[in-house]
Each structure stands twice: as structure tokens, then as C-alpha cells.
């Protein structure tokens, strides 16, 4: 079982910077592939940057590529997205999600543990 909480969320104008974090509990998070996923009000949930166990390979949506950066601590059980150049259309919740093994997804239903969400609002 892995429970993830996920802070760092707030309200920064357009051209700003916000950094989350995703502290996870257990003892298998080095184990798991973490995702950052977000979701706006009346759209789906999508997939922003994913990283493999060893923290060597991230994905990126095209929509951040370039702006977002994805990390992981094993040894502090924290997955981080640090966030620049943020634009009103980052505005959404952000949650992160845990999935056992090192094959990465975009798909939301093969993460197999999920934090409660935080909110990023972006204003112009």
C-alpha cells in the first residue's frame, strides 16, 4: 500500500514558478513509476510528466515540455514538478499517482494509488 499527499499547490500570476511535491509512504516507492496528472474543470484528467523508478527516464506532455520539470527522491519517498513559466491553461489540480513496475503510462487507469490533489490556479 502506498499512500501519496501532495503539497505545494497555490495561486501565481502568469510567468511564474510553483514547485510540488509528492511525499509517498511504504516502503516500495523507489518500486513504482510516479506520474503528475491534472485535471480542469470540465476535462478529462491528462498526464503531465511521468518518471521511472530510477528517476533516468521522464515523459513529458507537449503542453509542459520545456517549462516542467519532473524529479524523484527515493531516499525521501518524493516525487517533485517543478513548474516555470506557468500560463492560465496550467490551471487545474494536480494529483500524483504511484504504478508498480518500471513501463510508464499515460493512461490515468493503470496508476494504482493517487494522492488527494492540490490546486494550481494560474492568473493572467
Known amino acids: ?12 500570476q502568469a510567468g511564474g514558478s510553483l514547485r510540488l511535491s509528492c511525499a509517498a509512504s511504504g516502503r516500495t516507492f523507489s518500486s513504482h513509476v510516479m506520474g503528475w496528472f491534472r485535471q480542469a474543470p470540465g476535462k478529462e484528467r491528462e498526464i503531465v510528466a511521468a518518471i521511472s523508478t ?3 527516464n521522464t515523459y513529458y506532455a507537449a503542453s509542459v515540455k520545456g517549462r516542467f520539470i519532473i524529479s ?3 531516499a525521501k519517498n518524493t516525487v517533485y514538478l517543478q513548474m516555470d513559466s506557468l500560463k492560465p491553461e496550467d490551471t487545474a489540480v ?12 499515460r493512461n490515468n487507469y493503470e496508476y494504482d494509488y493517487w494522492g488527494q490533489g ?4 494560474v492568473s493572467s
Open 54 to 56: 530510477s528517476g533516468l
Open 72 to 74: 524523484r527522491d527515493n
Open 1 to 12: 500500500q502506498v499512500q501519496l499527499v501532495e503539497s505545494g499547490g497555490g495561486l501565481v
Open 94 to 105: 494536480y494529483y500524483c499517482a504511484a504504478k508498480w513496475g518500471d513501463s510508464w503510462s
Open 118 to 121: 492540490t490546486q494550481v490556479t
